[in-house]
């Protein structure tokens, strides 16, 4: 059974950071990739970034410069920090783990930002 759980959202000022963590139940090392979605209200789910097993990292297009993904492995944990956050940050984030052909969620965190 795979639990991930997400913490370190907020409510933020345009300009401001926050960390996101996402704990995992046992080692990440069996998991093929992890990573960030987000799903603001009325929109479809999106990634936001990913990173495999090998160190490779992936970014929408929006958050490349402001947001890095990162990974401690002692930990089990894996960590979304975000700068320079814009009102359209504002979503719930959500932290995901692939052990192929299985997707696995956790509960999501609640980011918001004011302008």
């Known amino acids: 059974q795979v639990q991930l759980v997400e913490s370190g959202g907020g409510l933020v000022q345009a300009g401001g950071s926050l960390r996101l963590s996402c704990a995992a139940s046992g080692s990440i090392f069996r998991f093929n990739t992890m990573g960030w979605y987000r799903q603001a209200p009325g929109k479809q789910r999106e990634l936001v970034a990913t990173?495999?097993?090998?160190?490779?990292?992936n970014y929408a297009d929006s958050v490349k410069g402001r947001f890095t993904i990162s990974r401690d492995n002692a930990r089990n944990t894996v960590y979304l920090q975000m700068n320079s956050l814009k009102p359209e940050d504002t979503a719930v984030y959500y932290c995901?783990?692939?052990?192929?052909?299985?997707?696995?969620w956790g509960q999501g965190t609640q980011v918001t930002v004011s302008s």
């Open positions: 990173m495999t097993n090998g160190g490779y990292t």
């Open positions: 995901a783990a692939r052990v192929a052909p299985n997707n696995y």
